[in-house]
């Protein structure tokens, strides 16, 4: 008899909070947590990075993990470029990163948002038909793709704490809550 591991393939985009309240540490921690989360992809799954502040930029598109130096490299060069700065918004964030993956031929299809949770555009329209700056829109875009959405919320200010978790609920994710000084937990919760 032989166990063979028959896990489908994933295909994960990584976006990392780059924005200037992702100072003190947070954003060494966001970058240590990236690393541990394409470590335990296997060879035969997807990854690609997005940093995001005001605006998004993909870093690496979404590429076999078989290429984990190219990816890898892409993280530690986000450390290198600085403390971040700007703004902290979600929205472009999050759709582009589920139209970089809707294409990838898997079934299951991952965004892990990486933030100390303090966007400036909220997780709902509200009552202003106008309002164009909220995020929900996209996680709802993605939804229809079957593209799900997990937080890791990096030295979080408590205040947050209820959007971040509404965030990943509805992004049919996971919601995890990192203080700073627990940075030890992220290698548990990305195998998870």
Request: aromatic share 6%; proline share 4%; glycine share 8%.
């Amino acid at each position: 008899v032989q166990a063979i591991d028959s896990s489908p393939p994933i295909a994960v985009m990584i976006v990392v909070d780059a924005s200037g309240s992702m100072s003190s540490g947070r954003l060494d921690a966001a970058l240590n947590a990236a690393t541990a989360l394409v470590g335990v992809l296997s060879d035969r799954d997807y990854c690609g990075v997005i940093s995001f502040s005001t605006k998004a930029a993909e870093e690496i598109n979404v590429i076999p993990v078989s290429q984990k130096d190219k990816i890898l490299d892409t993280i530690e060069a986000l450390g290198a470029s600085g403390d971040g700065g700007g703004g902290t918004v979600f929205s472009g964030a999050i759709q582009n990163a589920g139209l970089a993956l809707a294409p990838i031929p898997v079934e299951r299809r991952h965004i892990i948002l990486i933030t100390d949770g303090n966007p400036e555009d909220s997780l709902e329209q509200g009552d202003d038909p106008n309002n164009q700056n909220w995020y929900g829109r996209y996680i709802d875009e993605n939804n229809k793709k079957d593209i799900t959405l997990s937080v890791f919320a990096v030295g979080m200010n408590r205040d947050k704490y209820e959007q971040m978790q509404k965030t990943a609920e509805r992004a049919h994710g996971n919601f995890y809550d990192i203080p700073l000084s627990e940075q030890n937990k992220i290698n548990l919760y990305a195998r998870q």
